[in-house]
């Protein structure tokens, strides 16, 4: 049985839910009838948002259900709500102009500490996709091996499932059957390390001591971690390469100076920032990787991987409206000499517009046949080579890849080359 809503005043400048649950953080998030819904902790969790509150209740299951009572806690953790947002997007703005420009439209976009295993094994799900593809891959791991919590206008929510349950012998088989393709074996070897090999618990003690666990805020960590520790001991998994590690780090295990780099932050980092010179459109490499992350580090400081997440939902297709409409309403605000404030109100209006007509279309889109989907995916080809450069296995498994795939680099490097002279 659900519960009775709640407020929690929250402004849409500190939370954008609309925003923050689609730009590539989490996968389990479906939105039904204008309200959010996931599985977090054994319970479905609802929300909803006004300009002043976020709007939430819970749902328990009939077995085992939590205490009530740790909703509320669990989404201030999962919401990260102790971080001072609005004061970072204004420290950011006044040290970046680059940022300055594309904040106003994408306000309130925070990291989620989520549960760093849900986290490890939906970015090795990432691998080659795109975010429609990965929800679908998420929501069937969940089907099928995650404990049923209740329906939803008949759409069944079931939690992450653990470990162990993606560790059995027919796992990889199963799970190519329903269209993972390679990352059927990534998911099965990685569960089947962490299950077997590693200590209970071991994901969390990597974690950064700071920001424990959503649902354990009395966690303490068996010794001192360090996001370089970290980010190496995600190496030795199966199917993780630099930016899964990086994604994992950030919003699985609280290091928030981590910056994932993938194709949309590569090229953020050569056209806003000037980044790489006269290599543009060059084979990415591990130094590459590291250079980029180190300098929006220097610019963003100890939240880097915020700041990243706001311009790397920028870069979006998906939110090219969103972004349009806060430039359009910027210039018409800039035009009349408005104040700092009806700017900002008046920013806000327009971006839940957008939000709102962009999930109609969203809605019908999915619909449509599987073929469409498959077009699309034919259409971002050459962000989808390029990303198996910056994310393959490993950075070794990387170099042994490539010598086996020359024949598509020199392919995606003539597009990268034609691209750059007609943008020119």
């Known amino acids: 049985m659900a519960s009775e809503w709640r407020k929690l005043p929250l402004s849409l400048a500190e939370l954008c839910i609309d925003t923050a649950l689609r730009c590539g953080q989490s996968f389990r998030w479906r939105k039904i009838n204008d309200e959010w819904h996931c599985v977090l902790s054994n319970r479905l969790i609802t929300l909803t948002q006004s300009p002043s509150h976020l709007l939430y209740k819970s749902t328990?299951?009939?077995?085992?259900?939590?205490?009530?009572?740790?909703?509320?806690?669990?989404?201030?953790?999962?919401?990260?709500?102790?971080?001072?947002?609005?004061?970072?997007?204004?420290?950011?703005?006044?040290?970046?102009?680059n940022f300055a420009k594309r904040c106003p439209s994408f306000m309130g976009i925070r990291i989620l500490n989520q549960d760093a295993w849900e986290t490890l094994i939906s970015f090795i799900c990432s691998s080659n996709n795109n975010i429609s593809r990965i929800c679908s891959m998420v929501n069937n791991l969940c089907l099928h091996y995650g404990p049923y919590i209740t329906t939803v206008s008949g759409e069944p929510f079931h939690d992450f499932p653990s470990p162990e349950a993606l560790s059995g012998p027919d796992v990889e088989s199963h799970l190519r059957s329903l269209g993972f393709g390679y990352r059927a074996k990534y998911i099965a070897d990685t569960a089947r390390i962490v299950s077997r090999q590693r200590p209970k618990g071991w994901l969390d003690q990597i974690r950064n001591p700071a920001v424990p666990p959503a649902d354990n805020p009395e966690f303490q960590p068996g010794e001192k971690a360090t996001y370089r520790k970290a980010h190496e001991a995600l190496l030795e998994l199966t199917?993780?390469?630099?930016?899964?590690?990086?994604?994992?780090?950030?919003?699985?295990?609280?290091?928030?100076?981590?910056?994932p780099i993938d194709t949309h932050v590569w090229q953020i980092a050569q056209r806003d920032y000037n980044f790489g010179g006269k290599s543009k459109g060059k084979t990415f490499t591990k130094g590459m990787y590291e250079s980029v992350g180190d300098h929006f580090r220097k610019i963003w400081g100890e939240y880097a991987g915020w700041a990243q997440s706001v311009l790397f939902t920028a870069n979006l297709k998906s939110f090219a409206e969103q972004a349009k409409a806060g430039k359009k309403s910027k210039k018409e605000e800039d035009g009349k000499g408005g104040g700092v404030v009806v700017k900002k109100e008046v920013i806000k209006q327009e971006v839940v517009k957008v939000v709102r007509s962009e999930e109609v279309t969203v809605s019908r889109t999915r619909k449509r046949k599987a073929v469409k989907e498959e077009e699309e995916s034919q259409r971002q080809d050459e962000d989808v080579k390029m990303e198996d450069v910056m994310d393959g296995l490993t950075l070794s498994s990387q170099v042994s890849q490539l010598s086996h795939t020359s024949t598509t680099m020199r392919r995606v490097s003539k597009r990268l080359k034609a691209r750059d002279s007609q943008s020119q």
């Open 60 to 97: 328990l299951p009939a077995i085992n259900p939590p205490s009530e009572e740790t909703t509320l806690p669990l989404l201030q953790s999962y919401f990260s709500l102790s971080v001072p947002l609005s004061q970072l997007y204004t420290q950011w703005s006044a040290t970046d102009p």
């Open 239 to 259: 199917g993780v390469g630099p930016k899964v590690s990086d994604c994992v780090c950030l919003m699985g295990l609280g290091w928030w100076e981590s910056v």
